[in-house]
């Protein structure tokens, strides 16, 4: 039990686990901020130029609820959610353009980092030795005596 203790905290503590943990922390809070400004923000514009009080209103009711003789539900409305699915649709592309928008700026950055990295490679490359001007005069020589 304490070696099945001991291998689950160490897989616990490995770096990759720690960061997808934040990861995961970190997307559930962006999805309620996604959520909120699809449902508090843009929902109610579209709502507003279709002419409905809110997107329920979009969705076509199907088959009506029934209600017993008591008053309450015996079966329930079948209700095509159009304005819901249209609300998750928004969601969803607002997610996808952040994320687009997140991996395009770390693109960029890796570029400019690798730019940078190659410039400063090739300006600590040492410099070939420039020839003296002995050794230019012995090479000049040295041709013309195998053109003879």
Do not use: C, Y
Not at 22 to 41: E, M, P, Q, R, Y
Not at 62 to 85: I, K, N, S, Y
Request: proline share 3%.
């Amino acid at each position: 039990m304490k070696k099945l203790i001991k291998e689950f905290k160490e897989f616990i503590m490995r770096g990759n686990v720690l960061d997808m943990a934040v990861g995961v922390i970190i997307a559930t809070a962006f999805g309620k901020i996604t959520t909120s400004l699809v449902n508090d923000l843009f929902m109610p514009f579209i709502s507003w130029i279709f002419g409905a009080r809110d997107m329920t209103a979009l969705n076509i009711i199907v088959r009506p609820e029934v209600l017993d003789e008591a008053g309450e539900v015996a079966q329930e409305a079948l209700v095509l959610g159009f304005g819901t699915f249209i609300a998750t649709v928004i969601d969803f592309l607002l997610v996808a353009l952040v994320v687009f928008l997140i991996v395009k700026a770390f693109n960029k950055a890796h570029e400019i980092a690798e730019k940078k990295e190659q410039a400063a490679a090739e300006e600590a490359a040492p410099e070939e030795p420039k020839p003296t001007t002995e050794e230019l005069l012995a090479q000049i020589l040295e041709e013309l005596k195998n053109k003879k």
